[in-house]
Every structure is written in structure tokens, then in C-alpha cells.
């Protein structure tokens, strides 16, 4: 059965994303590892990071007002009841963790309003709800250091906003290493990747549509 889990505002928010994801940690490195790293020159990489940077806080603010204004919120809404998201959670890493390898059948299935299981609903939380806003506070203020001086100074300087950019720059790294892998992880290799461009999902008969 085929159900369409990925609207098209979401589609282009995941690839305008994952694009810019790429370049952010490209460039990033080209800034940070100046002199060892020298594809481009250190001006056109803080360039290209400060545009791309600001694409991804636009992009960032459109995919919250799509959420916020429809009923795919419904699909961010975690499990209240601990127990269950718990039991939820552990079945899904035994999965990931030794199921997936004996060819056990995926204890999750997908559904419109349901398209994230609970690793990846709390982990998809923390990311776009903690890890992600930040990432853009700690990055604009080191933009204009000079214009927004207050506010560093009252975190306590350059070297400590610059140390949590790095950070979360490196658990993104991390992220999207994992997230690529997962989303291999369907029936077939590319039947994750292929979903997230037509916006369909082929899920199993017994699954509700809710």
C-alpha cells in the first residue's frame, strides 16, 4: 500500500536542507581548518556560509509556520505515555541494532499523521527544537561579533559561542552520516530516498491511514 506521508512543502524543505547542510559543513571546515583546507579562498567560504546560512534560517522558519499552521504537526507529537514510548524506543534500537541484521520485519510502520518512530521523534525534536536554534543564535552572533558584542560578551565571549558552533556542527556531522544510513534501511536501498521525492511511501496492507 502506498500512503503519502511527504507533502511537497515538506520535500522542499528536506532537500533546500540537506543541500545546505552539506555546504554549512563544508565551508565550515574551510573556515575552520584555514591553511589545511584550501579548495576555495577563506573570503568566498565565509561567504558562501553566511548566504547559506541564511537560506537555512529562512527555510528553517517556513517548515515551523507549515507545522504550526497544519495538521502535520500531528506527525512531531510524541508519545505522552512513558511506558510506551519507552518499550517504543528499545524495540526500535534492538531493531536497528541487531533485528535489521537477522532480517526481522521493522517494529514501526508508518503512517499520514505517524511518520517518525520514537528514536527518531525525540531525536527530531531535539534537533529542530533545541540543537538547530541554537546552531542559528551561536552562528548570527558570530556573523557580526562587534554588532552583537553584548550578547557575547554575556555568554562569555568568542571562544565560548564559537566552542558550542563547533559542537553542534559536529553532532550534525554525525546526524546526517547516521540519517543517510538509516534512510538505506527500507525495503530497498533507495525506497526511503525515492519517497522523500515523490512524497509516497510503500508501507505495509495492514497499516492504518489514519
Not at 565551508?27 to 568566498?44: A, C, E, H, K, N
Not at 547516521?178 to 505495509?204: C, I, N, P, W
Request: proline share 4%; with cysteine; hydrophobic share 50%.
Amino acid at each position: 500500500m502506498r500512503l503519502y506521508i511527504h507533502p511537497i512543502p515538506v520535500r522542499i524543505w528536506h532537500w533546500t536542507n540537506a543541500l545546505g547542510f552539506v555546504l554549512m559543513i563544508l565551508s565550515g571546515m574551510q573556515i575552520r581548518y584555514v591553511g589545511l583546507i584550501d579548495v576555495v579562498s577563506f573570503r568566498t567560504a565565509v561567504h558562501v556560509h553566511n548566504f547559506v546560512g541564511f537560506v537555512l534560517i529562512a527555510n528553517f522558519c517556513l517548515w515551523l509556520a507549515f507545522y504550526i499552521t497544519s495538521d502535520r504537526v500531528r506527525a512531531y507529537h510524541s508519545e505522552l505515555n512513558l511506558k510506551k514510548h519507552f518499550i517504543g524506543s528499545y524495540r526500535q534500537a534492538y531493531y536497528y541494532a541487531f533485528g535489521i541484521f537477522r532480517g526481522d520485519p521493522n517494529p514501526f510502520t508508518p503512517t499520514v499523521y505517524r511518520k517518525f518512530n520514537p528514536l527518531q521523534s525525540m531525536i527530531y525534536q531535539i534537533i529542530m527544537m533545541l540543537l538547530f536554534p541554537v546552531q542559528i543564535y551561536t552562528g548570527i552572533l558570530l556573523w557580526d561579533v562587534k554588532r552583537f558584542s553584548a550578547q557575547v560578551d554575556f555568554f562569555g565571549g568568542v571562544r565560548v559561542i564559537d566552542t558550542v558552533h563547533v559542537l553542534i556542527f559536529i553532532a550534525f556531522v554525525f546526524y546526517i552520516l547516521v540519517h543517510v544510513y538509516l534512510g538505506s534501511l527500507g525495503h530497498t536501498r533507495a525506497a526511503h530516498f525515492k519517497a522523500m521525492m515523490t512524497g509516497y511511501e510503500d508501507v505495509d496492507e495492514e497499516a492504518p491511514a489514519e
